[in-house]
């Protein structure tokens, strides 16, 4: 069994064309205990959670889907509001707006409104795994793992917390994956007489 999915695994690597990894960006904590964010923020009612922010210790990053709620229910305005496509800090060879698009509809709260930053891409830092471990080492936010296949497929995950060796299941419920479907060429019309190829 072991050396059935060995040879499964070692298929799927070598169809690997290119990997990128997006962090998302949370906000960021100065040390006077006011938030400073380097995140977009859809909205005056984000905007004014931003200057009212505070935290009670440095470490402590608030979940601004809980803080936004709070703030909409107090407003009377709508929870159930549409966030544009994150923007991306870096540039993506393979995460297209079309993409980005479809991935924030099912996109978890903790992850909705935010940039995301281009943490690593094998065309930028070639393909070693250990490379993209070490910049995932200061992560402590979501993060987005988008693949290319050989055949052009585009697939990946969302993860909870950064990725990083370990002997035991870590993350939340709030990981997901994900595949878009490639849009065919459309083919020509064969006559109904003709000779099947």
Same mark, same amino acid.
């Given at each position: ?6 040879? !499964?695994?070692?298929?799927? !690597?070598?169809?690997?064309?290119k990997? @990128?990894?997006?962090?998302? /960006?949370?906000?960021?904590v ?11 923020? %859809? +909205? ?20 601004? $889907? ?7 229910? #107090?407003?009377?305005?709508s929870?159930? =509001?549409? &966030?544009? %496509? ?14 980005? @698009? ?24 070639? &393909?070693?795994?250990?490379? =993209? ?8 936010? %979501? ?8 055949? /052009? /497929? !585009?697939? +990946? ?7 990083? %060796? $370990? ?6 419920? @709030?990981?997901?994956? &994900?595949?878009?479907q ?5 083919? #020509? ?9």
């Open positions: 069994m072991l050396r059935f999915v060995r040879r !499964v695994v070692r298929r799927i !690597v070598e169809k690997i064309r990997v @990128e990894l997006f962090m998302v /960006n949370v906000i960021a100065q040390r006077r205990g006011t938030i400073h964010s380097i995140c977009s923020k %859809p +909205g005056d009612t984000l905007r004014y959670l931003r200057r009212r922010a505070t935290i009670h210790s440095i470490h402590e990053v608030l979940s601004m $889907s809980d803080e936004l709620r709070r703030a909409l229910y #107090s407003s009377g305005a929870v159930d =509001m549409e &966030f544009s %496509p994150p923007d991306l800090i870096g540039t993506s060879e393979i995460f297209t707006m079309e993409h980005r @698009e479809k991935l924030c509809t099912v996109l978890p709260a903790r992850a909705q409104g935010y940039m995301w930053s281009l943490a690593f891409s094998t065309s930028q830092h070639g &393909f070693s795994l250990a490379s =993209m471990y070490r910049k995932m080492q200061r992560v402590d936010s %979501p993060v987005l793992l988008v693949i290319q296949d050989t055949d /052009n /497929n !585009v697939f +990946g995950a969302l993860t909870s917390c950064a990725l990083h %060796p $370990s002997e035991h299941f870590y993350g939340t419920g @709030e990981s997901l994956l &994900f595949s878009f490639r849009v065919s060429a459309p083919t #020509s019309p064969r006559r109904a007489d003709a000779d099947p190829p």
